[in-house]
Structures are given as structure tokens and as C-alpha cells.
């Protein structure tokens, strides 16, 4: 039973860490195109900011459902 | 309709939130910190037991306490012994339970009075409540808790309960009237000239962002000066119900947003948008019929039919959890950096953590309003999608 719960626990840790890998990594290709593009064109940077926002939201709006898979597994497990 | 959108989306989320078990709500037990005795003191060594015989327990016990004594006085506040320290999975579950939504108010209908309000918890005997919590009432965990607790007393009948989440969702209508209402008016009365004050120009140049940036762009001016007022409305209601959760209005207050019902009720409504302004625009067969593409193999349209229900219903689910996710996650992280104070259990970690928070709670006042911006905008491209479909 203890070694169960020590499972769960170490899932929704690890599981947490992983998602942010993705959601990292994403985001990070995301701004070092947008910083190209800026540099490429300065005149179309509100653009490009607004485009930047919008999809750095999506990404994050993704990592969390990782997140909240994990934060389901940790706290409705009886400790 | 975008009146309607306040009411409709409130009315979900009371049918929703009686729904068992939200996602974030932490059931595990929590274990009593272990008090009292300290934890393995090795049995005094030397005098006392080479003569036990000859000192009375009254002495030996009397030795305990001193050796108690000096464990206490050896010890700073900061680095006691390990018995009294809570794990950290109980200090967060503590903490945690502050994203929980209760009940602040109750309401009977039927029974002996009528319509009346009821006390949300239990109370004894002589009025006061059973379970107290930081000197808070703790209220019935359900609708159906309350109905068997007050249905013998009051003669029958059927009560609601009235939550947080709810009285916040009434201040950001009424916060919405209020403002808007009340700016507008003072605009109004400046007739011929340019309209002046701060409050007038601050939310001039959100309206403006959101009908020449969001809604003009995605579709078109005619069809979208139709939808302006909806997505305003929306906007400005989920914007409020972010920014009242980063505020401490007290036993009523709470970050609605972060609580799954809510969300699902505005997610919810946009699902009505889409449907009702499709079949407003396109009539009800043709408007299921948009979901088809044109020019298809007709072997192909059952898939397809599958993809796009499976399409139209993840689409709100996927709004309701991106935005509870984030709400949620932003008080996570700041309620986590204070269980670092527990944890530790010294002082000197306080101005850290203050700092921490700081950030933390500034970076969560961005996202309250991206969030919103998110959610409209999202709402703005499936309407169009539905009023024009680019097939």
C-alpha cells in the first residue's frame, strides 16, 4: 500500500516534469522565431507579438492539461 | 444575447459545481501532526538506571521532564525536533484547500417558511456551528448534506446552496453593469465633446482592442458589429471574475475562473453561440450541414461526421480546462511558496518568499488578462467559423 501511494506520487512528479520539457521547448522554438522575425522586419512587431501571445497561450493551455492530470493524481490519493 | 450571456453562464455553473468531486480538490486524508511525547528519547543512561530500585518513579519522571526541558531550551524556534513538523504533503494539502469553493449561504424553499435563508453548516444545540475551521464555519460539503439536515426540522421542502464561486460571479455582473453603465453615461453627457477622464480612455482603448483587433479581423466589419457586444461582454465578464480572484474580498471572494463549473459554464455558452448564431445565419439544416465539406468522397462522410462532433465537443472542453488551469495553477504556485515558510518553519525564509510571491503574482496578473483575451478571441474564431464556414 505504501509503495502504491509512493508510486502515485512519483508519476504525477515526474509526469509534471516531462510536460514542462514540451511546453519549454515549444515555447522556446516559439520566441526564437518571433525574435528572428522581428529583427527581420521591425515594422511588423506588433504583429508578431500579438501572434506571439496568442500561441504561447496555446502551448501553456496544453501543459497544463498535463498538469492537471498530475495534480489529480496527487491529491486525491489518500496519503 | 449578451445580457443573456451573464445569466446563462452563472446558471451552468450552479447546476455544474454540485457535480461530485472538481478536479483540484484535494481528498486525501490528512493526518493529525503528531504532538506531545518526543519521539524516541533514548531512556536516561547513567544514575537512573543503575539504581532504579532506590529512585521513585516520582523521580524518574521527574527526570524526564527535565531532560524534556532541555531539549526545548537547546533547540532556536527554528530548528526544532522532527515531531512536531507537519510533512509537506500535509502542508500543501492545507494550503490547497483554499482553491476549494464553500458555502457562504443557503437557501430553503418549501418546509414551514416558505422561502428563507438557512445557515450554510451545521450548528448545535445552542446555535453555534459544529465544525470550525480557522474560526470559519465549515458548511455541508453538498446539496444533498443540507437537504437531510434541515428537511426534518423545516416540514420538507429543498434548499440550494450558495457558494463563493457564485457571489463572485454576481459581483463581476454587477461590477460589469456598474462600470459600464456608469462610464458610458459620463461620456454620454460630454455630447459634442471629447470625451474625457481616465476611466473612460482605459476602457475606450480595451473595447477599441477588442472590435478592431479581435473581432473586425476575424469577421468582417458587418457581420462582426453584430457579435461586438457579445464578445465585449464576455471579455469583460471573465476579465472581472480573474481580477476579483486576485483580490481578498473576504469569506465571498475567490477566484471563481478557477473552479472547472464556472469555466464549463462560459465554455458552455459559447458552444450556444456557435450553435444559435449558425442556424441564425444559415437555418437549422443547412447549418449542420456546414460541418460537411464540399466535394467529398461519400464514403469518406460518416468519418468525418465523427471527426467534427468529437471536433465541436473537445473544443469547449479545451477552453473550460485552459482557462481553469491557468487560474488555478498561478495560486498553486504562490500558496506553494508560502508552505515554504512551514516548511523550513524559520523566519528568515519570509522575505524570499515574499519576493517569490511578488513575481509570481504579478506574472498572474498578466495572465488573468491573456487568459481572457484567449477565451474571447478562441469564441470569436469558432463563431465566425460557424456564421462563415471557409469550405
Keep these: 500500500m505504501d509503495m502504491n501511494v509512493g508510486l502515485v506520487g512519483l508519476g504525477a512528479g515526474i509526469g509534471a516534469g516531462l510536460a514542462i520539457i514540451g511546453g519549454g521547448g515549444g515555447i522556446s522554438r516559439l520566441a526564437a522565431a518571433a525574435m528572428e522575425a522581428i529583427a527581420r522586419q521591425p515594422e511588423a512587431a506588433g504583429d508578431i507579438k500579438g501572434t506571439t501571445i496568442i500561441t504561447a497561450a496555446f502551448i501553456e493551455g496544453v501543459t497544463l492539461f498535463a498538469v492537471v492530470v498530475c495534480l489529480l493524481l496527487a491529491l486525491n490519493t489518500a496519503h | ?391
Excluded at chain 2, 448534506?145 to 429543498?158: Q, T
Design chain 2, 1 to 391: 444575447m449578451s445580457l443573456l450571456s451573464i445569466l446563462i453562464a452563472p446558471l451552468v455553473a450552479l447546476v455544474l459545481q454540485h457535480a461530485p468531486a472538481a478536479p483540484v480538490m484535494p481528498q486525501g486524508q490528512v493526518k493529525p501532526p503528531v504532538a506531545g511525547q518526543p519521539a524516541a528519547k533514548p531512556a536516561p543512561a547513567g544514575p537512573a538506571s543503575a539504581e532504579p530500585a532506590q529512585e521513585g518513579v516520582l523521580d524518574k519522571l521527574q527526570e524526564q521532564v527535565e531532560h524534556v526541558e532541555e531539549s526545548i531550551e537547546e533547540h532556536e524556534p527554528g530548528e526544532h525536533a522532527e515531531h512536531g513538523k507537519p510533512s509537506p504533503s500535509q502542508i500543501f494539502q492545507t494550503l490547497f484547500k483554499h482553491l476549494e469553493p464553500h458555502a457562504v449561504a443557503a437557501v430553503w424553499f418549501g418546509g414551514s417558511k416558505g422561502v428563507g435563508f438557512v445557515k450554510p453548516y451545521p450548528v448545535d444545540a445552542a446555535g453555534r456551528p459544529l465544525h470550525l475551521e480557522h474560526d470559519e464555519p465549515v458548511g455541508f460539503q453538498s446539496g444533498s448534506e443540507l437537504n437531510r439536515y434541515y428537511a426534518s426540522g423545516m416540514g420538507g421542502g429543498w434548499g440550494l446552496l450558495i457558494y463563493n464561486i457564485n457571489t463572485v460571479q454576481w459581483m463581476a455582473a454587477a461590477a460589469l453593469l456598474v462600470v459600464l453603465l456608469l462610464v458610458t453615461r459620463s461620456a454620454r453627457r460630454q455630447a459634442g465633446q471629447a470625451p474625457r477622464g481616465n476611466a473612460y480612455h482605459v476602457l475606450e482603448s480595451i473595447v477599441l482592442y477588442v472590435r478592431d483587433d479581435m473581432v473586425y479581423p476575424v469577421m468582417g466589419k458587418d457581420v462582426g458589429d453584430r457579435f461586438v457586444p457579445l464578445f465585449l461582454t464576455q471579455f469583460f465578464f471573465i476579465l472581472f471574475m480573474n481580477l476579483f480572484g486576485l483580490m481578498n474580498l473576504g469569506h465571498y471572494g475567490g477566484t471563481a475562473t478557477a473552479n472547472w463549473a464556472v469555466t464549463a459554464g462560459l465554455a458552455l455558452t459559447t458552444l450556444l453561440f456557435i450553435h444559435v448564431s449558425g442556424i441564425r445565419e444559415h437555418g437549422f439544416f443547412h447549418h449542420w450541414k456546414n460541418f460537411i465539406p464540399h466535394g467529398l468522397p461519400v464514403f469518406l462522410i460518416p468519418l468525418i461526421i465523427l471527426v467534427e462532433i468529437i471536433g465541436m465537443l473537445v473544443k469547449p472542453i479545451a477552453l473550460t480546462i485552459r482557462l481553469a488551469a491557468n487560474l488555478t495553477a498561478g495560486h498553486l504556485v504562490v500558496l506553494s511558496f508560502f508552505g515554504l515558510i512551514f516548511l523550513f518553519g524559520s523566519y528568515a525564509i519570509g522575505v524570499p518568499v515574499l519576493g517569490m510571491s511578488i513575481a509570481i503574482y504579478c506574472l498572474e496578473l498578466f495572465v488573468c488578462f491573456v487568459q481572457a483575451y484567449i477565451f474571447t478571441y478562441l469564441s470569436i474564431i469558432f463563431v465566425g467559423a460557424s456564421v462563415h464556414p471557409e469550405h
